[in-house]
């Protein structure tokens, strides 16, 4: 289920503030989780996004991988 675009664009990391950006569209046999990601450099937290709905807590982030996907826990 994709987040709503309208909602993405009010939502910002709790960690640094910046925007985030929509990673929901990835294909339901992709082995890549459906995430917001920070969109700053030096932050870039994904936040795991489950059942449509954005988890938007530092505590449940990942940090981005070298390839811009999150990285395995
Ligand atoms: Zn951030």
Do not use: K, N
């Not at 289920?1 to 960690?15: D, F, G, T, W």
């Not at 969109?39 to 811009?68: F, H, Q």
């Amino acid at each position: 289920m994709p987040v709503e675009a309208s909602l993405i664009q009010i939502l910002a990391c709790p960690a640094c503030h910046a925007p985030l950006e929509d990673r929901t569209d990835v294909p339901a046999d992709s082995a890549a989780d459906p995430a917001l990601l920070c969109t700053s450099g030096d932050c870039g937290l994904a936040y795991p996004v489950r059942d449509g709905i954005p988890v938007l807590l530092v505590d449940e982030a990942l940090p981005r991988g070298v390839d811009g996907a999150p990285s395995p826990a």
